[in-house]
């Protein structure tokens, strides 16, 4: 597909992507690594990482934009779509959020709405090659249409809930949803309007 033309506003093309690691690098052990869907499921699965490789179906570049400002234009992404994910567990009605964990603590929090869309996936291999530790080894959610703080690196698990509850992010004021194009950047008042920096 098409990359598109124009940045989104607020936003300036960098190079590379500044890693990020709120709560430090976590250790990661392929043997004990899952990546499970659970919460208001019929099914709750647990994937393990040759189970995930063997899932992939998505290839595409898309943009990547973080909230402070910086994005990193056409990036190779391949993984599994969530969508593909979730119909194996097949939601129940009343989900409404699913709230991403990880190995370091991070959590965050995104509309099923958002998770359903064709384009998001769980990011196995960024530029062709498996995702680095810093990158978030060895998995991390992507939507292209949210800023990059819902891109949680080391993913555990999604848990699907019927309120919106806070991630770490959205606790200290960013978005519910976080959608690029609407400049989503800080929840309420804080939201669009706002000509506030972001603090991260
Ligand atoms: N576990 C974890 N995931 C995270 C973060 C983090 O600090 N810890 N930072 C988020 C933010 S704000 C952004 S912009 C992207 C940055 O991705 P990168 O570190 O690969 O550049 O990761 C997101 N996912
Ligand atoms: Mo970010």
């Given at each position: 597909m098409e990359n598109q033309a124009q940045l989104p506003s607020g936003q300036r093309a960098v190079k590379r992507f500044i890693y990020y690691a709120a709560l430090g690098v976590p250790e990661v052990d392929l043997n004990d690594y899952r990546f499970k869907v659970s919460g208001l499921v019929e099914r709750e699965m647990s994937y393990d990482y040759k189970d995930l490789i063997s899932m992939i179906n998505v290839d595409y570049k898309r943009d990547f934009h973080c909230v402070t400002g910086w994005s990193v234009l056409n990036v190779d992404w391949k993984g599994i779509r969530l969508s593909t994910l979730l119909s194996r567990s097949v939601p129940k009605p009343e989900a409404k959020w699913v709230l991403f964990y990880s190995l370091d603590g991070y959590t965050t929090t995104v509309p099923l709405e958002e998770v359903k869309r064709e384009d998001s996936i769980l990011v196995l291999y960024m530029n062709g090659k498996p995702l680095t530790l810093e990158q978030g080894f060895p998995a991390r959610p992507f939507f292209?249409?949210?800023?990059?703080?819902?891109?949680?690196?080391?993913v555990t698990s999604m848990e699907l809930i019927k309120d919106y509850v806070d991630g770490y992010w959205e606790e200290r004021g960013y978005h519910e949803r976080g959608d690029v194009w609407q400049e989503?950047?800080?929840?309420?008042?804080?939201?669009?309007?706002?000509k506030k920096r972001p603090i991260l």
């Amino acid at each position: 597909m098409e990359n598109q033309a124009q940045l989104p506003s607020g936003q300036r093309a960098v190079k590379r992507f500044i890693y990020y690691a709120a709560l430090g690098v976590p250790e990661v052990d392929l043997n004990d690594y899952r990546f499970k869907v659970s919460g208001l499921v019929e099914r709750e699965m647990s994937y393990d990482y040759k189970d995930l490789i063997s899932m992939i179906n998505v290839d595409y570049k898309r943009d990547f934009h973080c909230v402070t400002g910086w994005s990193v234009l056409n990036v190779d992404w391949k993984g599994i779509r969530l969508s593909t994910l979730l119909s194996r567990s097949v939601p129940k009605p009343e989900a409404k959020w699913v709230l991403f964990y990880s190995l370091d603590g991070y959590t965050t929090t995104v509309p099923l709405e958002e998770v359903k869309r064709e384009d998001s996936i769980l990011v196995l291999y960024m530029n062709g090659k498996p995702l680095t530790l810093e990158q978030g080894f060895p998995a991390r959610p992507f939507f292209p249409t949210l800023y990059g703080w819902k891109s949680a690196k080391w993913v555990t698990s999604m848990e699907l809930i019927k309120d919106y509850v806070d991630g770490y992010w959205e606790e200290r004021g960013y978005h519910e949803r976080g959608d690029v194009w609407q400049e989503e950047r800080f929840k309420g008042l804080w939201g669009r309007h706002s000509k506030k920096r972001p603090i991260l």
